[in-house]
Structure formats: C-alpha cells, structure tokens
C-alpha cells in the first residue's frame, strides 16, 4: 500500500465530549493490504496468528484482543484465528483457519463468524476451521522457499506450528520441494503499518482525542486525600465513555515517589498535599492507540523545585518535537531531547563535567534511563523497524529517516528516585515526564495530543477553575 501523503493541516479543534461510534469494516482495505504483502512474499507463503481467549482464573477469560497484523490485514477480530496468504497455491491467494459456528457456545459467549463469514464477509479464498490447520497447511507449501511466520505469544501455536512443518517439510521433499526456510514478517508487516492511510489517521486522531479529555478530567478531578485508583476511574469513564474499546495500556498513575518508577501500575497510594501526580495513559479507538503522559501538583500548585525539572523536561519535549520532520532520522529527536535535559541538569547543579563528557560517561542515566519515544499506532510500542539494512563507519546500523504519515511518540522524563545520594532534598521524589503523540507530514509534524495542558501555566489555571 503506497504510504499516506500525510499533508500538513493545521491542528484540529478538541472534540472534547463527542461520542466516537465504532468504525466501519471497509473490505476494500484490507484486501488493498493484503495485495501489498502478497506483492512482497514472491513465490512464497506467510502465516499470522491469533490466540484463544486468555484464561483469568478458574472459568473466566480476560476480554478478548486480536493479534494486531491479523486485524490489520483482515479486519477479522475472534481468538483462535490464522491468517493465510500465500503466492504458492493455484486458487487460494487468502485463506483463514477460525472457529466454526457453534449455536450452544455462541448462546454464552457470542456470535462466531464461522467458515461461511470467513469467506462471505472477510474475503477470504478459502477457509477451514482451526482444527484443521495441521492437515491443511501442507496444501500450501508447494514452489516457495521461504515461510514467513510470526512467531507470537501463544508459545503452544509456535509449537505446533514447528511441528506441522517439519512433518510436511519431511513429506513433501520425499516427492518435490519444501520450504526451507522460516523469516520473520516483521520487514514486511512493520514496513506497511508504519506509514499510516488517511483512515488510521482519521482513527488516531480520535484515539488522541479521547485521551487528551481523559487527561484534563484527571487533572480536574486531582486532589490531596484521593486515591490513584479514583483518578484512574475517571480516565477509564472518559475511555468508554467517548467509544474507545479501553485502555490502550494498563494506565501509569504515580503520584509522589511514584512517578519516579518508570511502569508503575498499582495505583493505589493515597496522594498527599504537595504531591506530583504522572500519569501516562492512553485510550485505543478502532485498534489505534494514543499514548499520553503529564504530569502535574495534586494540589494545583507547582513547588519551585517541581517547576524548575518540570521546566527542563518540556524544553527538552519543545526541542525534540522541532526535530520531528520528513528526511531527519528517527534517532536524532532522541539526541535533541538528551541535550537539552543534560543542560537543564547542568544548570541545576545536578551534573558535572561538559555536554560531551556527561553523554560519554552516561552520568546522566540515574536521572534519565530511556529514549525519548516509539513508534505508535495499531499497538502501543507498534512493531515497526527502527533502523535500516545499512551501517555507518562505526558498524552501527543506520535508523531510518523518518517519512509522512509515520506517527511517533516523544517523551523525555527526568527522575528523582528518594534512594539517589548527593541529589539536593527539595528534588528526591520528584519524577515529570511529558509525552505527546506526533504524526510527520509533508511539511511537518503534528501534535494529535495538543489538547491535553502541558504549561504549567495552563495546568495550575485548568486545575484552580
């Protein structure tokens, strides 16, 4: 699929309170994606699956998610699926392996698309039920050299797909040719999902939306005496609330020391008077996430010290966001970032030594221990290259320049853990990082999270009205 021209716009009015309504299925799309990796396999077959239900306790399932390449080249959302597509087969370009229709299990768990919907409403070729994947797949395996397989999370399925194709390896070369090769799709399935169409750009946008009013509820919500899990209540109304499936993650709400644990999860400390509260939480609209961290006084009021390394972290945000352009190359908004938390840090009299000599010797990692971003998209940490196939004169693999309708996060941080030793008193506990969802466009980049108050200014005012 050619990428998105991603052209430049001028950021979007908030839709604060607007209720998002499922999107539709667009088999038009998904058959487009396909080709495209069609296109790219040659002569040869991939394989893609998604797992059952994950089990809870004793006869409960967590709520199903489906595999994120198997969603984004089908549209097809039940566990137990595998997705088949394949040069190496005369009829069959398209082929599921699912559930069948099952009218006793369908009256408690829901309704099944079955073989027929496979093919009727999904596109598909040909389909089989799963439990046929072992007896079928062999059909499948005919000129190609090479299997693309993913292997997933479900370590059962890449047993039994080992299994399955060292015996039809063993049988087919008794009379012909077999495959003797696995490669991961990544190359292939990251490639196509990094540049974003105007529709999953459309959805996160909207994704990027409902969290940034997730986050303005929070800040408007905060107080001493309350509970994270109170504030992690309202992001997650505001979630379903404006039709996002949920979290796109297990929401960080780190209030004190904290938020000075990188994924702090539990959320249940009690916030006191002079508090910082870091939340890094995002919703997933339409299989597309936001991803969105502030960081704010539970009192409304920024301390000095807490205004000082805040201060710090948003130029250093402010500096890498400039970087975000087409042609620069993925790493170097991280470098941005670094610089300018280095020399924040210099002038809070928290490091020694030069730029250079600080980068050298890393001193500056106890206060800041991860990069400035991600790619974003269909998964929070979106499974797409970072680096290219070639090398610079040092023998490291070159990153790869950003393009148009790429979409990336940026979020420098700074942590003040309460154990650090030789760290002024009025800084331990204090933990800021700020994060904002950007797309590249043509001339650009855009902040889909903008809505969301990151001035301290436009916080403490949010907070005291």
Known sequence: ?????????????????????????????YRRRRQSVLDAIGVNTLVIYS??????????????????????????DEPETVVVLTNDHAEHKFVMFVRPRDPERETWDGLRAGIEGAKAKYGADEAFPISEFNAKIGDYFNRGTTLFFKFGRDEHFNQQFLSTFRATRMKKMRGGTAPDTIRDPLFILGDLRLMKDADEIERMHRAADIGAEAHVRAMQFAAPGKYEFEVEAELEYV???????????????????NGTILHYNTNDRL??????????????????ASDITRTFPVNGKFSPAQKAVYDV????????????????????????????LIEGLRDLKLLDGSLEEIKTNKTYEKFYMHRAGHWLGSDVHDNCGYFTSEF????????????????????PGLYFAPHLEGVPAEFLGIGIRIEDDI???????????????KETADIEALMKK
Do not use: W
Not at 57 to 66: A, C, G, I, K, S
Not at 392 to 411: F, M, S, W
């Open 1 to 29: 699929m050619p990428p998105s021209t991603a052209p430049s716009r001028a950021a979007a009015p908030n839709r604060f309170g607007q209720v998002f309504a499922p999107p539709e299925y667009d088999a038009a799309t």
């Open 51 to 76: 797992p059952p239900e994950p089990h809870r306790t004793h006869d409960l399932n967590y709520r199903f998610r489906t595999d994120s390449d198997v969603y984004y080249l089908t549209g097809f």
């Open 239 to 257: 979630f379903r609330r404006r039709g996002a499936y949920g979290s796109a993650y297990t929401s960080i709400v780190g209030s004190g020391a």
């Open 271 to 288: 916030m006191a008077d002079g508090d910082l509260l870091l939340i890094d939480a995002g919703a997933e609209y339409g299989y597309y």
């Open 313 to 340: 972290v948003l130029a250093a945000q402010k500096a890498a966001i400039e970087v975000v352009q087409p042609g620069r190359l993925f790493g170097e908004y991280h470098q941005a970032a670094l610089d300018t």
């Open 392 to 411: 610079d004169e040092l023998g490291k693999a070159r990153y790869r320049k950003l393009e148009p309708g790429c979409v990336l996060t940026v979020e």
């Open 439 to 453: 797309l590249v466009t043509a001339d650009g980049n855009e902040n889909l999270t903008a809505a969301a108050p």
